[in-house]
């Protein structure tokens, strides 16, 4: 199991291998997929401010 420092180093914290739910910490847009968009379509922001939603299943 992967660290949140780990996949940082490795360059995967924007790379999953299932669909997650991004959300937006700048406008709070939500997108469901296995990587955030380039940047937010609604405030136009970096990915960097993407952050991934946890999901209870
Ligand atoms: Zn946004």
Known sequence: MYSLLDLIKKGRIF???QAV???CRLCGY???DTS???SCPICECSRIFFEVRV???
């Open 15 to 17: 790379q999953r291998d």
């Open 36 to 38: 955030p968009p380039f």
């Open 30 to 32: 939500v997108k469901a």
């Open 55 to 57: 999901q209870e299943f």
């Open 21 to 23: 739910t991004w959300k």
